[in-house]
């Protein structure tokens, strides 16, 4: 079966620092891959998606991702953050073009921006 | 568009009730999806649909969960009898084809 490991359940970054969260995938074929971001008491919102093509994506708030294949990875990136940016971090993997399937999330990381 | 839609946003009630979750996605979308978030177990699927039709409910956890989308605008999550292990926060979300999926606000249930 599918499956997202997330390994960092905490990260803290100072504001303005540069922030990478990892995510690794396991699945057979290359999946559909999504890193969504959810705020306290809130649902989650679309950061950024891979379905194919180019493997650097960009996303909204600054956000970009890196699918790598030969790793299984598609880690979360942002050269610098902003007090705004704490919150839960989820990666997903779909595998039917990831809207046509449940999708399969990471256990989450949750981002402190230390001032 | 407004989004996905759920309602309530919270809903507490007693062990043994029967609760009902609502949900309407967004207008175009044929793929409906709830899910379940808790902090032991995380984000899980409970059951998809398709053009109104169930799909996939291998996630639904036991009997006493049922859902149901009656037409393209409306679904719902019932639970019967609740029970204080069915306590998270349950989230609708809806797509186009094979697009991304779009999530609600989530309903947060308390069961006492």
């Known amino acids: 079966a599918q499956s997202v490991t997330q390994p960092d359940i905490h990260i803290t970054v100072s504001e303005g620092a540069s922030l990478e969260l990892r995510c690794n995938y396991s699945?057979?074929?290359?999946?559909?891959l999504f890193w969504y971001v959810q705020s306290p008491g809130q649902g989650l919102q679309l950061l950024l998606k891979?379905?194919?093509?180019?493997?650097l994506v960009q996303g909204i708030k600054g956000f970009e991702a890196e699918f790598k294949r030969s790793q299984s990875s598609f880690n979360l990136r942002k050269p610098s953050v902003h007090w705004s940016d704490a919150a839960e971090y989820f990666c997903?993997?779909?595998?039917?073009?990831?809207?046509?399937?449940?999708?399969?999330f990471g256990k989450g990381t949750h981002l402190i921006i230390q001032p | 568009d407004a989004g996905v839609i759920q309602s309530p946003r919270h809903e507490v009630t007693e062990m043994g009730q029967e609760v009902t979750l609502r949900c309407k996605p967004i207008s175009g979308h044929d793929y409906l999806f709830w899910y379940r978030q808790t902090m032991m177990r995380g984000l899980e699927l409970l059951i998809y649909?398709?053009?109104?039709?169930?799909?996939?409910d291998s996630g639904m956890p036991e009997d006493r969960f049922s859902a149901k989308m009656p037409n393209a605008s409306f679904s719902t999550l019932k639970i019967q009898p609740s029970e204080p292990r069915d306590s998270a926060v349950y989230f609708c979300a809806s797509s186009f084809s094979v697009y991304e999926q779009y999530f609600g606000p989530g309903t947060r249930l308390t069961v006492t």
């Open positions: 997903a993997v779909g595998f039917s073009g990831g809207g046509a399937d449940g999708l399969t």
């Open positions: 891979y379905f194919s093509g180019d493997t």
């Open positions: 649909f398709n053009n109104n039709v169930p799909i996939d």
């Open positions: 699945y057979g074929a290359t999946p559909y």
